[in-house]
Structures are given as structure tokens and as C-alpha cells.
């Protein structure tokens, strides 16, 4: 039986999971009006993969005989001062999301909740590549200086990313 506090954790995760949507969506409106198409396709596929995530963890409430309980979802900050200003949030935000999936990590480990343990364990390598991928594209806005070419080409780049659910059958 999973125990309350850590279905108030996972509760708190699935709203945390898309207020991560809300974000990036804000941020792909963002980027699409300052004509970065590229970098706007890409912080929309990162917002539709935070859904799956909302879910996934949804799900898993459920699988478990817990309720899911909701409750307000933030609104997003809008306004950006640029794209390195975006990144830079992104990088953050990753960074801030880590913690809370270490926190779950953690409380399942004392609750000795292996089942829990188990499933969290994915997002714990996930965040890895969420801050890698938001840093790496941050470093490369930082080596462009500036510079319109090397921008077009980042927006290019990043204009190549598809959405695939990461867990295979909820589309
Ligand atoms: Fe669902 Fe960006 O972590």
C-alpha cells in the first residue's frame, strides 16, 4: 500500500509535470513571435513530452489504488528578454524539477516504497538529459555572440525536432 505522503508527493509532481507544459508552451509562444520557428517547434515538443509526464505519473497514482487530487496550475511567466533568456529559465527550471524528483526519490527510499523507487528512478536519469539538452543549447547561444547566422542555423537545427511519447502508448 503506497503511503499518503508520497501520493501527496506524486500528486504534487503531476501538477509540477505540467506547469512544465504551461512553460514551455509560454516559451514556444515566445520564441514564435520572435520569429525563432525552430527554437518555438522544439520548446512545444518539450511541452508535450511534460504532458506525458503529467500522465505517466497520473497513471501510475492510479495503478497503485491511490486518488489523484488536483490543484491550480501556476500561470507561466510570458515575457522573455531574448533566447538566451529562455534557455536560461529552461536550464533553471530543470534544475529546479531535479530536486523534487530527487525529493520523491528520496521519500520512497525511507517509506521503503521499492515500487515507487522503481518508477521515480526513470525521471531521476531523465533529468539528466533535461538539463544536458537545455544546457547544451544554452552554451551554443552563448558561443554564438550574437550572431545572426549562427542563430538561423541553431533555429534550423532545433526546427528537426518530433514529438514521440516516451512511453510508447499514450499518444
Ligand atoms: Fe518532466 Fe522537464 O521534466
Do not use: C
Amino acid at each position: 500500500m503506497i503511503k499518503n505522503s508520497l501520493v501527496k508527493a506524486l500528486n504534487e509532481q503531476v501538477n509540477a509535470e505540467f506547469y512544465s507544459a504551461y512553460l514551455y508552451f509560454a516559451m514556444s509562444a515566445y520564441a514564435n513571435g520572435a520569429a525563432y520557428k525552430g527554437i518555438a517547434n522544439w520548446l512545444a515538443v518539450q511541452a508535450q513530452e511534460e504532458t506525458a509526464h503529467a500522465v505517466h505519473i497520473y497513471q501510475h497514482i492510479l495503478e497503485r489504488g491511490a486518488s489523484p487530487s488536483f490543484s491550480d496550475i501556476k500561470a507561466p511567466e510570458g515575457s522573455y528578454t531574448g533566447i538566451k533568456d529562455v534557455f536560461e529559465k529552461t536550464l533553471a527550471h530543470e534544475k529546479l524539477v531535479s530536486g523534487l524528483i530527487d525529493r520523491i526519490a528520496t521519500l520512497a527510499l525511507e517509506e521503503k516504497d521499492h515500487a515507487t523507487y522503481n518508477f521515480i528512478s526513470w525521471y531521476v536519469k531523465e533529468q539528466i538529459e533535461e538539463e544536458a539538452s537545455a544546457a547544451e543549447i544554452l552554451s551554443k547561444i552563448n558561443l554564438s555572440g550574437g550572431h545572426p547566422g549562427i542563430l538561423y542555423s541553431l533555429d534550423s537545427e532545433l526546427g528537426s525536432r518530433t514529438y514521440s511519447n516516451p512511453f510508447g502508448a499514450q499518444d
